[in-house]
C-alpha cells in the first residue's frame, strides 16, 4: 500500500534562511509524487511534481524537491525562505494500481520568522 | 478562467441534520475528486467522478455519504444524518485527464462542524 510520511508537522525557520521539508514515500510501483501548498483559508496549489522524469523538480515560488529512490524521499527545498513562503505543505504521492488514488501525507506548517 | 468552486465556505450544524455541499469544477474537466481532512490528520481520498459516473469510492466512509454528479458539471456530497466525527474540511479538485500523473486543482474547501 501507498503512504507518505512528512516528518515534523511544523518547521520555524528564519527569513533568509534554507526551507527544507521532509517527505518519505512508501510505494510498491514506481510513484508519481506531489509537493502541494495551502495557504490561509484557499485551496491547496500544485507546487511541483515527479513524474519520472528528471530527479531533480523545479517547483513555483524558487521550491524544488529531488527524488531519492535509495532513500524513497521526494524533500522539499527553497535556498531563502521568504516571509509569503509561511503556509501548510503537504507532500502527496499517486499511483494506479486497480483505481486511480492521491495519498498526502499530514502536512507541514512552516513559519517564516524576520 | 474560474477555479473550482465550493459551496458553502462553512457550516455549522447540529448531530443528526443534514448537509450538502457543492462543489463546481473547473469547466471542461471530466474528473471531480472529493476529499476530507479531519483536524490535524492527513486529507484523506472520498471518491473520483469520471463525467457523472463513480470511478472510485472506496473513501467513502459510509452509507451516511452520498455524492452525486449528475450531468457530468458539478457536483454534491450529502451528509445524512451528520455525526460529530463528520467534522472537518471537505476539498473538492478536478483534472483534465485521468491518470496518476494529471495535475488537480483544489477549491478553498468546505469547513464542516458537527455539534
Known amino acids: 500500500a501507498q503512504s507518505v510520511t512528512q516528518l515534523g508537522s511544523h518547521v520555524s525557520v528564519s527569513e533568509g534562511a534554507l526551507v527544507l521539508l521532509r517527505c518519505n514515500y512508501s510505494?510498491?510501483?514506481?510513484?508519481?509524487l506531489f509537493w502541494y501548498v495551502q495557504y490561509p483559508n484557499q485551496g491547496l496549489q500544485l507546487l511541483l511534481k515527479?513524474?519520472?522524469?528528471?530527479?531533480l523538480v523545479k517547483g513555483i515560488n524558487g521550491f524544488e524537491a529531488e527524488f531519492k529512490k535509495s532513500e524513497t524521499s521526494f524533500h522539499l527545498t527553497k535556498p531563502s525562505a521568504h516571509m509569503s513562503d509561511a503556509a501548510e505543505y503537504f507532500c502527496?504521492?499517486?499511483?494506479?494500481?486497480?483505481?486511480?488514488?492521491?495519498?498526502f501525507g499530514a502536512g507541514t506548517r512552516l513559519f517564516v520568522k524576520a | 478562467e474560474a477555479g473550482v468552486t465550493q459551496f458553502p465556505s462553512h457550516s455549522v450544524i447540529e448531530k443528526g441534520q443534514t448537509v450538502t455541499l457543492r462543489c463546481d469544477p473547473i469547466?471542461?474537466?471530466?474528473?471531480l475528486y472529493w476529499y476530507r481532512r479531519v483536524m490535524g490528520k492527513e486529507i484523506k481520498f472520498l471518491l473520483h467522478?469520471?463525467?457523472?459516473?463513480?470511478?472510485?469510492e472506496s473513501g467513502m466512509p459510509n452509507n451516511r455519504f452520498l455524492a452525486e454528479r449528475t450531468g457530468g458539471t458539478y457536483s454534491t456530497l450529502k451528509v445524512q444524518p451528520a455525526e460529530l466525527e463528520d467534522s472537518g474540511v471537505y476539498f473538492c479538485?478536478?483534472?483534465?485527464?485521468?491518470?496518476?500523473?494529471?495535475?488537480?486543482?483544489f477549491g478553498p474547501g468546505t469547513r464542516l462542524l458537527v455539534l
Open positions: 479538485a478536478s483534472s483534465q485527464g485521468t491518470g496518476p500523473q494529471e495535475t488537480q486543482y
Open positions: 510505494s510498491s510501483v514506481p510513484p508519481y
Open positions: 515527479y513524474t519520472s522524469a528528471a530527479t
Open positions: 502527496a504521492v499517486s499511483t494506479y494500481t486497480g483505481g486511480f488514488k492521491t495519498i
Open positions: 469547466s471542461g474537466h471530466d474528473n
Open positions: 467522478f469520471v463525467k457523472e459516473s463513480k470511478q472510485d
